[in-house]
């Protein structure tokens, strides 16, 4: 657990980053006032966003995507928010990058910190989550090239490993378009919500974190039909590559049933034409291979080759 405390001028951001009991207590013992249903969500290993609001300060418990680099998918990683008049509590796991680094930069850059702290408890807020919801660019960015890799790779004769690369991304999707819709209403309320911890003149600034989610979440959403799209197209090669296999067995096997017929024929032991001539290979050869060679016409001609 690691426990930092940054202040400026009368504000001050108390950081926990993997909160055990014992800050959890101690955080309630400096905020007496901190509902215990609210202390009891930071103690949750994910709970769902929502936003509370009370007399002496605001919590909200908002995710944002975290790339699972073992199971390739980005995965919720939720940050709590309690915000006062004079200070900003913010809960975490540590695994937060741009978090992490504003946390670092506010500790040794005084500039830095003027810019976090300075303007009050809701700028503070403010900027802490459009940096968050600002980090999910790059996320799609680099969503974006995994689509384009998979479109360069769509007609390749390796279509197992598009098929499970298309699975793979799909899946990631799927959480991110799920992450990202859920801080939707958590913005929108911090909007239109009326505290005056937050003034009026918030309202525009949240809106632009709101307008940056609409984006995000159109941005996952036409990702989201793409893949669909490329699954749809690799089932189709998949299908069209296995007729072309299953046209090519089926023709060597009707060409084999009259060979396998005459074959058969001439194993029995009777009498049969041309069993006693010398050349009686020879002529029974030929004739096979008359009859496949007329057969293979015959598709050709039918366009069944």
Known sequence: MTTRIITHGDLTWLDLAHPTEADVDSLSGRFPYFHPLNLEDIRSPIERPKLDQDDDYIFAVMHFPLWDSRHEISRAAEVDFFVGRDYVVTVHNGTLKPLVNLVERCQTDPAERQRLLGRGANHAFHTLIDQLVDYVFPILGKVDKRIHAIEDALFESNAKRVIQ???????????????????????????TVQHPILHDEMEEYFGDIADHLFKLRDIADENYEIINSFAETADTLASYRINEVMRILTVISVIMLPLTLISSIYGMNIELPFADDHNAFIITSG????????????????NWL
């Not at 298309?166 to 959480?175: E, F, G, Q, W």
């Not at 004739?287 to 039918?302: E, Q």
Request: hydrophobic share 60%; aromatic share 4%.
């Open 287 to 302: 004739a096979m291979l008359l009859i496949a060679i007329l057969m293979l016409i015959y598709f050709r001609k039918r």
């Open 165 to 191: 690369e298309i699975a793979l991304l799909r899946r990631d999707i799927i959480s991110l378009r799920r992450i990202i819709r859920q801080q939707i209403p958590i913005v929108q309320q911090l909007e």
